[in-house]
């Protein structure tokens, strides 16, 4: 999608980390921006400071684990600015909680915004914009956790991000079947300074071999733009965005492990053998 300025973004988990950093880079590519957060005072918070910017946002409490609060959310958005052209399903929420535990509630809450909330907002947005026959484009935001490995202490994170992968292949298969201008595409950020991403996590996740490097919400909200203007459908850093976007900030260290892990788990399951190469 090379035209944004003028059109309009609706962005979920918008409140702060990521969703409020890509909102503001859109915003400033010209983008009337929507920014979605269950928490009222956060969205509202975010409004102000990007208005303050001079910048058109729209903030509107919303939780997108609600299929009703999606479709008041895109009533808002159609209503006021008259169609969404970038649809980013970015809210989510980490999930630590052991698969031996009787304990239930963690996991409803998490798919309920990780898996549940993607796919209500498809429902929500995407039939209007398919109708609207304008281009339009739907990210969903996975996670390392989704693609590299599983962080099976984090079960519930993991599977909802793993899941979030498979809903968004569908949707491209979807849209491709009835000729819409509309594309399906995957975010998979770095690990990112965020409510869920800070240094303790890095070394942790050091310690467990992985050779991440934490990075920023902004730089995230780059490596967006960069796939929203390049079409990919998975947007992750490769050696040429870790370049030509981020001076190298992630080591060559890291895409060597990166490279060996998605390997060795294409390996495992064509030989049958153990997952612990990729269990973080």
Known sequence: MEQLS?????????????GLATGRRLAREGMRVVLADRDAEAVGAAEAELRG???????????????????????VAFETYGGVHVLHLNA?????QPLLDPETKTWERVVGVNLLGVVWGIKAFVPRMVASGEEGLVIATSSGAGAEGTSYRSAPYAATK?????????????LKDVGAAVRA????????ESSMGNPRVEAWLRDNGVPTTLMQPADVAELLLDGIRNERFYIRIGEKQNEGLFDGALSAEYFAWNEGVIRGRAEAQ??????DGHLW
């Open 162 to 174: 793993n899941a979030v992968v498979s809903v968004m292949e569908a949707l491209y298969g979807e």
């Open 53 to 75: 910017e001079g910048l058109e946002v729209t903030g509107v409490p919303a939780d997108v684990s609600d299929p009703d609060a999606n479709q008041r959310l895109a009533d």
């Open 270 to 275: 064509l030989a049958d053998t153990s997952p």
């Open 185 to 192: 595409a995957v975010l998979f950020p770095p690990l990112t």
């Open 6 to 18: 003028g059109r309009t973004a609706v962005v979920t988990g918008g409140g702060n980390g990521i």
């Open 92 to 96: 989510g929420i980490g999930g630590t």
